[in-house]
């Protein structure tokens, strides 16, 4: 089946292609659609159904869509939703253009300097998760949606971001249970454990049923 994917994120498409093989994956920009829909929901899923309708109305073919972010506990659950356009907690979401790295710093500096202020242990775990809301989107009001963690714990600074896989905010993400970031786990155990990967788990399976 050939499925298109509500992204313009390159290695967003590959790790969906992995997940969903041998289902054929595409996304927008392979068929030379300029996609870029107002993800103005106020949750994952709200942001997913946005953008699985809009290129469905587009392309009338099945499309899968997800919103995914990294949620700190000690910041409340921010950047959550706004994490691809977090800018530091002084700045409003998205109001200046961040690379990664930055964001990865802005984001650790935030955290463990609120954990300063509360009067935690220097050497306390600062936990987090990564959220990911999928949608697969049949038709009008015809859906199918799963929503998904996984466990961590932030590293003490960007010093500490280690790994090369993965992409975004996995770097600064360790795992206690694997002795790793998310970026230093294997293809295969990161879709095996991943937000995404479980959520792909659960869609698929559905998928395969129809």
């Known amino acids: 089946m050939k499925i298109f994917v509500a992204t ?5 498409k590959k790790e969906l292609s992995e997940l969903f093989s041998p289902h054929e994956i595409c996304i ?3 068929i030379g659609i300029s996609f870029d829909p107002d993800e103005n929901g106020n949750s994952f899923i709200a942001n997913s159904l946005i953008k699985a309708e809009a290129l469905w109305r587009i392309t009338k073919t099945p499309v899968i869509a997800d919103d995914s972010g990294i949620c700190v506990d000690i910041l409340d659950g921010k950047p959550g939703i706004f994490s691809a356009r977090y800018a530091g907690k ?10 990664q790295l930055e964001k990865n710093t802005l984001l650790l500096e935030e955290a463990w300097d609120a954990a300063r202020k509360q009067g935690l242990d220097p050497d306390a775990a600062l936990t987090c998760r990564f959220v990911c ?10 859906f199918i949606s799963a929503q998904e963690t996984i466990e961590g714990q932030l590293v003490k600074d960007i010093e500490h971001a280690t790994g090369k896989g993965g992409f975004g905010y996995d770097p600064i993400v360790y795992l206690p249970e694997f002795g790793k970031t ?12 991943s937000h995404r990967g479980k959520a792909a788990a659960k869609i698929r399976a559905l998928l395969e049923s129809f």
């Open 8 to 12: 313009g994120n390159q290695h967003k």
């Open 28 to 30: 927008p920009s392979d």
């Open 90 to 99: 002084d700045a409003e979401p998205g109001s200046k253009d961040c690379t």
């Open 133 to 142: 809301a999928m949608v697969l989107y049949l038709g009008k009001d015809r």
């Open 182 to 193: 998310i970026a230093e786990l294997t293809e295969e155990e990161k879709n095996r454990i």
